[in-house]
């Protein structure tokens, strides 16, 4: 027979509605009663209801993941990071893939927040950096939690986790300049995506910091693809100087890069470097593997939503963490040829 909550608190020796405060992580229970509960339900195997629980009190456990990212392998890690969290504090998880170009974006978020009574959204970007869309749920008082590029909070709630691409990119692109690299090139991302901004100023900054020109026909407009990277490369590869190195503003378009250099019999990296960023499977798929920049996304995912729960429960919670991107040093970068 199925373990009810009746069950739970007569084994624990406690009221039914101890054990409810304790499954749903409330305050002011005592450590050694939290203790008792939480040992009868690991012998007694129960498993909360959560639909029960969502129906009978005027709370939601219903976290909204909120995307629009062509990226498979990023959503595939916060859809990962956020569900760990939701199960480790009894929530369950609602995924919204959407078009946040589209007319009726704010109207068809609002609408999904009130007909599911979401506890909160986890917005990833370009969601998370839209003011228009971040207005629509403030107005109907939607918890969110967002997740974007930046070292502050600049609009919104403010509870965010922030990734400082400029820091990373900086970082990498460091690591070719000490390798002797002084011809550097960029391939950016969508640039409605803060992320490729921040990557791009990044990458200037690190160029200026050791007194060497930014040659703008080496910096190529495009998307958060391989297809973009493959004719980014092109594109580098017809001009007269070819740029001794190149930083892809994710490993997908520096997967995209290394292709074409291979199909016009570019040998990497004796004739060209190419680093990635984000350190996703593309970056260890490709022959040689990728140079990248390693960003946590399942554990962002994880701590963003722990954060957006904390905030719910008490309001004194803490507002955010900024992760610190770090470069990956792997096959796809040597120093240029004399």
Same mark, same amino acid.
């Given at each position: *027979?199925?373990?009810?909550?009746?069950?739970?608190?007569?084994?624990?020796?406690? =009221?039914?509605?101890?054990?409810?405060?304790?499954?749903?992580?409330?305050?002011?229970?005592? /450590?050694?009663?939290?203790?008792?509960?939480? =040992?009868?339900?690991?012998?007694?195997?129960? /498993?909360?209801?959560?639909?029960?629980?969502?129906?009978? %009190?005027?709370?939601?456990?219903?976290?909204?993941?909120?995307?629009?990212?062509?990226?498979?392998?990023?959503?595939?890690? *916060?859809?990962?990071? &956020?569900?760990?969290? $939701?199960?480790?504090?009894?929530?369950?998880?609602?995924?919204?893939? $959407?078009?946040?170009?589209?007319?009726?974006? $704010?109207?068809?978020?609002?609408?999904?927040?009130?007909?599911?009574?979401?506890?909160?959204?986890?917005?990833?970007?370009?969601?998370?950096?839209?003011?228009?869309?971040?207005?629509?749920?403030?107005?109907?008082?939607?918890?969110?939690?967002?997740?974007?590029?930046?070292?502050?909070?600049?609009?919104?709630?403010?509870?965010?986790? +922030?990734?400082?691409?400029?820091?990373?990119?900086?970082?990498?692109?460091?690591?070719?300049?000490?390798?002797?690299?002084?011809?550097?090139?960029? +391939?950016?991302?969508?640039?409605?995506?803060?992320?490729?901004?921040?990557? +791009?100023?990044?990458?200037?900054?690190?160029?200026?910091?050791?007194?060497?020109?930014?040659?703008?026909?080496?910096?190529?407009?495009?998307?958060?693809?391989?297809?973009?990277?493959? /004719?980014?490369?092109?594109?580098?590869?017809?001009?007269?100087?070819?740029?001794?190195?190149?930083?892809? $503003?994710?490993?997908?378009?520096?997967?995209?890069?290394?292709?074409?250099?291979?199909?016009?019999?570019?040998?990497?990296?004796?004739?060209? =470097?190419?680093? %990635?960023?984000?350190?996703?499977?593309?970056?260890?798929?490709?022959?040689?593997?990728?140079?990248?920049?390693? /960003?946590?996304?399942?554990?962002?995912?994880? &701590?963003?939503?722990?954060?957006?729960?904390?905030?719910?429960?008490?309001?004194?919670?803490?507002?955010?963490?900024?992760?610190?991107?770090?470069?990956?040093?792997?096959?796809?970068?040597?120093?240029?040829?004399?």
């Amino acid at each position: *027979m199925k373990v009810t909550i009746n069950d739970v608190a007569k084994y624990a020796g406690v =009221s039914i509605k101890t054990v409810s405060r304790v499954t749903n992580n409330e305050p002011s229970v005592k /450590q050694v009663t939290i203790d008792k509960v939480n =040992s009868a339900i690991k012998e007694l195997n129960y /498993q909360p209801n959560l639909a029960a629980r969502n129906l009978a %009190g005027t709370k939601s456990y219903v976290i909204g993941f909120i995307y629009d990212n062509p990226n498979a392998y990023y959503i595939i890690d *916060m859809q990962n990071g &956020i569900l760990s969290a $939701c199960k480790d504090l009894g929530y369950e998880l609602l995924i919204h893939p $959407c078009n946040s170009r589209a007319d009726n974006i $704010c109207e068809e978020l609002t609408t999904l927040v009130k007909h599911n009574r979401l506890s909160g959204l986890v917005l990833t970007p370009p969601l998370s950096e839209d003011p228009v869309i971040l207005a629509a749920l403030d107005k109907i008082d939607a918890s969110y939690v967002r997740i974007i590029a930046g070292e502050k909070v600049e609009t919104g709630n403010g509870l965010a986790v +922030l990734v400082n691409d400029r820091s990373g990119a900086i970082s990498i692109t460091q690591h070719l300049i000490d390798l002797g690299h002084k011809n550097i090139a960029f +391939l950016s991302g969508d640039h409605e995506h803060e992320s490729t901004k921040e990557r +791009l100023a990044g990458f200037k900054q690190a160029l200026l910091n050791n007194q060497l020109a930014i040659n703008e026909d080496f910096i190529i407009d495009g998307k958060y693809s391989f297809e973009s990277g493959v /004719q980014g490369a092109k594109t580098l590869l017809k001009q007269n100087i070819r740029p001794s190195a190149i930083v892809a $503003c994710n490993d997908e378009i520096a997967a995209g890069a290394l292709f074409a250099a291979r199909l016009e019999g570019v040998d990497i990296p004796a004739e060209i =470097s190419i680093v %990635g960023f984000e350190d996703s499977p593309f970056s260890r798929q490709t022959w040689p593997k990728l140079t990248t920049v390693h /960003q946590p996304n399942e554990q962002i995912a994880h &701590i963003a939503t722990e954060l957006l729960i904390a905030k719910r429960k008490e309001k004194s919670a803490q507002s955010g963490k900024v992760f610190l991107p770090e470069p990956v040093i792997r096959d796809s970068t040597a120093q240029p040829q004399t």
